[in-house]
């Protein structure tokens, strides 16, 4: 297909600093992380999700949620979001209002996923976001749904398009902006991602539709063209591809940013994005978990880094 018939321009969401650092073994110290946030912040990103109001005691790492997002600084254009799992955390997340813009809530589309991860059922899901959406709305937050395993579950194998059709259409009736399809294990391919957002278009006008892709079968970016191609333009990655799930066993995390950036920009598709400064990012990230990551623009840079330059990972 001609590169024309592609959007022309992207938004990215970063998500590295909620859905990383949360599947990090082990909690990343505070500084560290505002110190990356702010970093991300200025490498032309606009969208940050910074943490979660998730219980201490079940996500140890995102625990100081609050510090992060009282102490990070970003430029006024950046738009952060913060993930909400309940109207308990909710709550706790609104005592800090003012330090951010948007909310987002999830939820899986299969009910074994939805039980293993939250234990409820997708209804008793969906009803809980109800007030949570309606209270953020008031505050002008804006509100994004993540529906994972909107490709497949590794419990139940196929989850239907229609069914994940049928939730979208009951998030985006309780007032949801934006609906990010999360292939949450890496079962999605660029025939299904193409005819399924080509559906979702058609059911849900008005909505922004968000492509959240996993590399865990390495399709991360086959599975980002495919989405361009059914007119898709806002996606959500991980510097570092970082983040992931625990199951299936040896899962790998988000699509990499870096990654994501490198092949838009050299298709023509503009990001945004200061690539160089993000791979800097990356490489901080790096050293503060003191591990080598999965991410390949992190070790051989950007298309165009000059031979005579140290590559990022040297
Ligand atoms: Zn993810």
């Known amino acids: 297909m001609p590169a024309r018939e592609l959007p022309t321009s992207v938004r990215i969401r970063e998500v590295g600093p909620r859905d990383g650092f949360q599947n990090e073994p082990d909690v990343i110290a505070t500084h560290d992380k505002v110190r990356l946030i702010d970093q991300l912040g200025r ?36 738009s952060l979001s913060v993930l909400i799992p309940n109207e308990r955390g909710f709550q706790h997340a609104l005592a800090l209002r003012e330090r951010f813009h ?8 299969s009910e074994t996923h939805n039980r293993h ?3 409820r059922t997708v209804d008793e899901s969906l009803a809980g976001f109800s007030r949570v959406l309606e209270r953020a709305g008031t505050e002008g937050l804006r509100r994004e749904a993540v529906i994972s395993t909107a490709f497949g579950c590794p419990y139940e194998g196929e989850v239907p398009a229609g069914r994940v059709t049928a939730i979208a259409q009951r998030l985006a009736d309780a007032g949801v902006e934006e609906i990010a399809f999360g292939d949450t294990t890496g079962m999605a391919n660029p025939v ?14 008005g909505v922004e539709l968000t492509a959240h892709f996993h590399n865990t079968r390495g399709l991360g970016l086959a599975n980002v063209l495919a989405a361009l191609h059914a007119g898709v333009d806002s996606f959500e990655a991980s510097f570092g591809e970082l983040g992931g799930c625990p199951v299936p066993a040896g899962a790998t995390g988000n699509i990499a940013t870096e990654e994501l950036v490198s092949m838009l920009e ?37 298309v165009d880094w000059a031979p005579s330059a140290e590559p990022p990972d040297a």
Do not use: H, Y
């Open 117 to 119: 991860n939250v234990n």
């Open 266 to 302: 050299e298709m023509g598709i503009a990001t945004g994005v200061d690539l160089p400064a993000l791979i800097v990012a990356t490489g901080e990230v790096r050293d503060v978990l003191g591990r080598p990551l999965g991410s390949r623009v992190l070790r051989a840079g950007p």
């Open 43 to 78: 490498t032309g990103l606009k969208r940050i999700e910074v943490t979660s109001f998730v219980r201490p005691d079940v996500i140890p790492q995102l625990a100081d949620a609050a510090e992060v997002l009282r102490e990070i600084d970003v430029p006024e254009d950046v």
């Open 192 to 205: 299904l991602v193409e005819e399924r957002f080509g559906i979702w278009r058609e059911a849900l006008p």
């Open 102 to 109: 948007e909310i987002n809530v999830f939820l899986s589309a």
